[in-house]
């Protein structure tokens, strides 16, 4: 008897009340992604090399060449690679890289906006005045050479600076953990900018000594509460990682003895199975990988396969199994 692969997606109950349950979702089998939708019928063979899914799992992008709305089921060519989501003039744009270049896409809009430079990946900084509101925010579009070009919140993404710096030549300025401005070396001088994107100091650079902190000569350090105001302005951190939000927990998806499936996954000890009501015998573990899309969606892996399947309490309704049959008799 051959070994069962298992590639497995969550049921899940279409319902007038439900309206954030998926009609189909993404699911891997032998290392390629695929998609079946709430009756086990497979809309999508597993023939993708990559995936990307995004705006709270409604959208899964394939390849660069197909994207699906997962909620609708609607199928549409893909813009290019997914790359992130940011707020751009207060509305939600998706961006896209083809070859040559970075897009822009609103899809409630029906809007796309084509950049006359490709970034390998753009991130948005909120800046708050000195009454700590947030007033503005500052683009910074990254490219493949690491270098970085700082930007205007607006649909063209407006350059700031027409010059293209190394992510070390830049720095934010925090005042208690909040961002109130940035400043950049350049041509010889640290220009300072405040929360309005507007320049407020030029001073020029000078050699440093060894208990110098790395951006800033300790002189400049102690002129910061004066250039912006307020006495607790200190040098930030503009790389700072982003902490992804690890609460899932796989219990959430698990349930008693499955009634619309035979395959059902349990827990032993410390470890997660696959297993089958049917065949005693049958046996795979299994384990969950935290996903950093826009949200955090816990994906459950069959190393022995490479396979996954995804789980999220807000999408599916029940804990049973729906797996494409064909595969299982491979």
């Known amino acids: 008897m051959k070994t069962v692969i298992a590639v497995l997606v969550l049921t899940f109950t279409i319902s007038s009340q439900a309206q954030n349950y998926r009609k189909i979702v993404p699911f891997k089998y032998q290392s390629k992604w695929g998609i079946v939708d709430s009756l086990n019928r497979e809309i999508a063979k597993p023939e993708y090399k990559s995936l990307h899914v995004f705006e709270d799992f409604l959208y899964a992008e394939f390849d660069g060449k197909d994207l699906y709305n997962l909620k609708t089921g609607e199928k549409q060519k893909a813009p290019g690679i997914y790359v992130n989501t940011i707020e751009v003039d207060g509305e939600k744009y998706h961006i896209f890289n083809t070859d040559a270049h970075t897009i822009l896409v609103n899809f409630e809009k029906k809007e796309t906006i084509q950049l006359t430079e490709k970034y390998k990946y753009i991130k948005t900084i909120p ?84 208990d110098d902190y790395e951006f800033f000569t300790s002189e400049v350090l102690n002129k910061l509460p004066v250039i912006y105001g307020e006495e607790n302005a200190s040098i930030g951190c503009l790389n700072c990682a982003s902490i992804w939000d690890n609460s899932w927990d796989l219990n959430t998806f698990l349930g008693d003895s499955p009634e619309e499936s035979n395959y059902y996954i349990t827990k032993e000890n410390r470890d997660y199975y696959l297993k089958n009501n049917l065949d005693a015998n049958f046996k795979i573990e299994v384990d969950s990988n935290l996903y950093d899309y826009e949200e955090s969606y816990e994906m459950i892996n069959i190393s022995s396969t490479n396979s996954s399947f995804f789980c999220d309490s807000r999408i599916v309704k029940t804990p049973h199994i729906l797996f494409p049959e064909k595969y299982l008799k491979e």
């Open 127 to 210: 800046l708050y005045n000195n009454e700590d509101k947030k007033v503005n925010t500052l683009v910074i579009g990254l490219f493949d050479n690491h270098k970085v070009k700082l930007l205007k919140n607006d649909k063209n993404l407006t350059p700031i600076s027409s010059s293209k710096f190394t992510d070390e030549a830049v720095e934010t300025i925090e005042k208690r953990n909040k961002i109130i401005g940035f400043a950049y070396r350049d041509n010889g001088y640290f220009v300072f900018y405040n929360h309005e994107l507007k320049i407020i100091e030029k001073i020029k650079t000078l050699p440093k000594s060894k």
